[in-house]
């Protein structure tokens, strides 16, 4: 199958701090690439989707000054955590879409992030 | 809108045991159905799918049939074992591509020895 890989896989940083996460799709290129949070015990929340060379499209309460999304080429997108609160921690997980013909596609994950705000 | 809804957990079973999660969805059109699992310490792994009614995935001994009448998806395996203890996703798309899955809350299978 495709590798999707992020990048740190744990980081840890003060309050009032930006983190910035990678998300590389190594084998093939992805056009729309997805943000997903996952809170203990809770199921993935998409946060929004990524497409390359436009602005992402965020879901319903996510802050878009908070969670900045570039996608600047077709094999990287990036989730830079503004000014990171302890509220912010969280485990952060992308996923990229690899197009298999007109309309079909599949998802790759990566193995997520682990952000801890202190 | 679309919703994913699986059975709540943890499920705890014997090495061997019969497995069966159950998943239900709500969704307008026909979606995508798959299960996907997240080992300990690893990211989400695709482990089956169906795309149109009564389709059956399966993957390592794990199957799940599309049922539109009952909007059901569930995941069952004859005989369960210790390296399947993971957290088991229940997930679902509209059919068309660059559409995100919608997640269940993932179930956490244990299984013991």
């Known amino acids: 199958g495709a590798v999707v890989s992020q990048h740190p896989s744990r980081v840890i940083c003060k309050s009032g701090t930006s983190v910035k996460i990678e998300c590389r799709s190594l084998d093939f290129q992805a056009t729309t690439m997805f943000w997903y949070r996952q809170f203990p015990k809770k199921s993935l929340m998409l946060m929004a989707t990524s497409n390359e060379g436009s602005k992402a499209t965020y879901e319903q309460g996510v802050e878009k000054d908070k969670f900045l999304i570039n996608h600047a080429s077709l094999t990287l997108s990036t989730l830079t955590v503004t000014s990171a609160h302890p509220e912010d921690s969280s485990f952060y997980i992308c996923s990229a879409l690899k197009a298999q013909g007109y309309n079909t596609g599949e998802l790759f994950f990566g193995e997520g992030s682990r952000l801890t705000v202190l | 809108g679309n919703s994913v809804t699986q059975m709540e957990g943890p499920v705890t079973l014997s090495e061997e045991a019969f497995l069966t999660i159950n998943c239900t969805y709500t969704a307008t059109g026909y979606p995508s159905l798959f299960w996907y699992v997240q080992y300990p310490g690893e990211g989400l792994q695709l482990l089956l799918k169906?795309?149109?009614?009564?389709d059956k995935g399966s993957n390592k001994g794990f199957e799940a049939t599309y049922r539109k009448e009952t909007t059901s998806f569930h995941l069952e395996k004859g005989s369960v074992q210790v390296s399947d203890s993971a957290v088991y996703f229940c997930?679902?798309?509209?059919?068309?591509?660059?559409?995100?899955?919608?997640f269940g809350k993932g179930t956490t299978l244990s299984v013991s020895s």
């Open positions: 997930a679902l798309s509209d059919h068309q591509a660059g559409t995100a899955l919608i």
């Open positions: 169906a795309t149109k009614a009564d």
